[in-house]
């Protein structure tokens, strides 16, 4: 059953990166550097003069999102990379662009396979030979971001893969903050920046850390078949009642209350996907419960192509181990594309045609 939002500050609709009626970012110049963790290479094209720079903005009391026995966090916000747009020669580079959704504006970066300038511009960048996948990474709650996922959006890259990451509102580069955020905005986020910058002709690999574990089951209910595969890093689930309630004591007393995630329409969802699961934990997880953990370990295994693995050394903050450790980012991404291209290219021609509402 796919989710059905309605809100104000509705994102853009139309499912590619450029054309008639679709967004498209603007282009503003900025100086070769490391944005919010995205290398930009020195080849880049500086457009109408100027820089960009990279700020530490104010840190934020956090709230507590952990589903259990977790710290909240605090985040940080600056990173000068709002609409700011590249073009490569050969090298596979992000375009950081501003875009607004849901009332915000959200830090977002597209990178795609290494392709002639003719073919990999800012307006337009389509791989000049590609997998027809694009991966959408959806980072955790506090102090994630996008940032710490490059190297994991470089190792899909690799495989041919367009990556699209963004920060959610209250998080990194984007605007607003943490305290307004909830699951329902987190689901709104996702599409928004899914309609309006992965091409409807790609599917979609979903991977989600820790929060985000929830909002990939939501876009799995939403986007159906479309996605091919999915990679949960340390998931969270949560009771249904917590879905529309902003982070901040509320939600904290319905996460905090005993088994309240047994509620959850995710293990559902999750029982039901027929593509290709990948779930990686730490052998101890410091925030989310055994409970829920087996849960999901559970229910992914129902499907007919599921890949656990564990890590030994890491901690919950997957995303800077998988920063840290190639190997272990590497096995992911091969686990996570064992099945997915194949699931693509299946669903590509039994409905070549296929096209999804927009989320709101």
């Known amino acids: 059953m796919r989710r059905e939002v309605a809100g104000a500050g509705a994102c853009p609709q139309g499912g590619g990166v450029a054309g008639p009626g679709r967004y498209a970012p603007t282009a503003s110049a900025f100086m070769a550097a490391r944005i919010g963790g995205w290398y930009v290479p020195s080849s880049v094209a500086i457009r109408d003069g100027g820089s960009a720079t990279r700020g530490d903005g104010p840190q934020q009391g956090g709230t507590d999102v952990s589903?259990?026995?977790?710290?909240?966090?605090?985040?940080?916000?600056?990173?000068?990379?709002?609409?700011?747009?590249?073009?490569?020669?050969?090298?596979?580079?992000?375009?950081?662009?501003?875009?607004?959704?849901?009332?915000?504006?959200?830090?977002?970066?597209?990178?795609?396979p290494a392709a002639p300038v003719a073919t990999a511009t800012a307006a337009s960048p389509e791989p000049a030979q590609g997998s027809g996948l694009a991966v959408v990474l959806l980072h955790g709650a506090g102090i994630g971001d996008k940032g710490r996922l490059a190297p994991l959006a470089a190792e899909f890259v690799d495989q041919g893969c367009r990556a699209v990451a963004f920060d959610f509102s209250g998080h990194g580069a984007s605007t607003g903050e943490l305290r307004e955020l909830s699951l329902e905005r987190r689901f709104r986020q996702a599409c928004g920046v899914i309609d309006a910058l992965v091409p409807r002709a790609e599917r979609l690999i979903l991977v989600g850390f820790s929060m985000s574990g929830q909002t990939v089951t939501d876009l799995v209910a939403h986007y159906g078949d479309r996605v091919a595969a999915i990679g949960l890093c340390a998931p969270a689930v949560?009771?249904?009642?917590?879905?529309?309630?902003?982070?901040?004591?509320?939600?904290?007393?319905?996460?905090?209350?005993?088994?309240?995630?047994?509620?959850?329409?995710?293990?559902?969802?999750?029982?039901?996907?027929?593509?290709?699961?990948?779930?990686v934990v730490p052998t101890v997880d410091e925030?989310?419960?055994?409970?829920?953990?087996?849960?999901?370990?559970?229910?992914?295994?129902?499907?007919?192509?599921?890949?656990?693995?564990?890590?030994?050394q890491a901690t919950h903050q997957l995303g800077r181990w998988f920063r840290k450790h190639g190997k272990d980012r590497r096995r992911f991404v091969a686990a996570v594309l064992a099945g997915g291209a194949r699931r693509a290219a299946e669903h590509e021609a039994a409905s070549p045609e296929r096209a999804l509402r927009p989320c709101p």
């Open 67 to 112: 589903n259990g026995n977790g710290n909240g966090d605090g985040n940080g916000n600056g990173n000068g990379d709002d609409n700011q747009t590249v073009r490569c020669d050969g090298v596979p580079a992000a375009v950081l662009t501003a875009l607004p959704c849901d009332g915000e504006r959200l830090s977002c970066a597209v990178t795609v």
């Open 238 to 279: 949560y009771a249904q009642g917590a879905w529309p309630v902003r982070f901040g004591a509320g939600f904290t007393e319905i996460i905090r209350a005993p088994e309240s995630w047994r509620s959850t329409g995710a293990l559902d969802v999750l029982r039901r996907y027929q593509g290709r699961t990948v779930l």
């Open 287 to 312: 925030v989310i419960p055994l409970a829920v953990t087996e849960a999901v370990t559970e229910a992914l295994a129902v499907g007919p192509a599921f890949t656990r693995l564990e890590l030994t």
